[in-house]
Nanobody, 125 residues
Framework: QVQLVESGGGLVQAGGSLRLSCAAS????????MGWFRQAPGKEREFVAA????????NYADSVKGRFTISRDNAKSTAYLEMNSLKPEDTAVYYC??????????????????WGQGTQITVSS
C-alpha cells in the first residue's frame, strides 16, 4: 500500500505562487507515474498535471499551461507542483495521485491507483 501526503496548500493572493509537495511511502516511487488533480466546490475533479516515472514526459491541462510546473525527486520519493500566476479560478482542493502500473503521464483519473487526502488552495482576488 502506498500512502501519499500533500503539503504546501494555503491562501494566496491572485498573481502569487505556491509549491505543493506530495510525499510517498514505499520503496517503488521511482516506478510510478504521478499526477495532480483538483476539485473546486460544486465541480467535478479535473486533471491538472502529470509526470512519467522518469520525469521525461509531462502533461498539463490547458488551463494551467505556462503557469504550473510538475516535477519529481525520486531520491526523496516526492512529487511537486509549482504554481505561479495563480488566479481565483485555481481555488480548489488539490490531490496528488500515483499510478503504479503504466508509468505514463496520463490525464485520466481512472489510471491512478493511490490518492492523497488533498490540500486546499484558495486564491483571493
Amino acid at each position: 500500500q502506498v500512502q501519499l501526503v500533500e503539503s504546501g496548500g494555503g491562501l494566496v493572493q491572485a498573481g502569487g505562487s505556491l509549491r505543493l509537495s506530495c510525499a510517498a511511502s514505499g520503496r517503488t516511487f521511482s516506478t510510478y507515474a504521478m499526477g495532480w488533480f483538483r476539485q473546486a466546490p460544486g465541480k467535478e475533479r479535473e486533471f491538472v498535471a502529470a509526470i512519467s516515472w522518469d520525469g521525461d514526459s509531462k502533461n498539463y491541462a490547458d488551463s494551467v499551461k505556462g503557469r504550473f510546473t510538475i516535477s519529481r525527486d525520486n531520491a526523496k520519493s516526492t512529487a511537486y507542483l509549482e504554481m505561479n500566476s495563480l488566479k481565483p479560478e485555481d481555488t480548489a482542493v488539490y490531490y496528488c495521485a500515483a499510478d503504479r502500473w503504466t508509468g505514463v503521464a496520463g490525464i485520466e483519473a481512472d489510471q491512478y491507483d493511490y490518492w492523497g487526502q488533498g490540500t486546499q488552495i484558495t486564491v483571493s482576488s
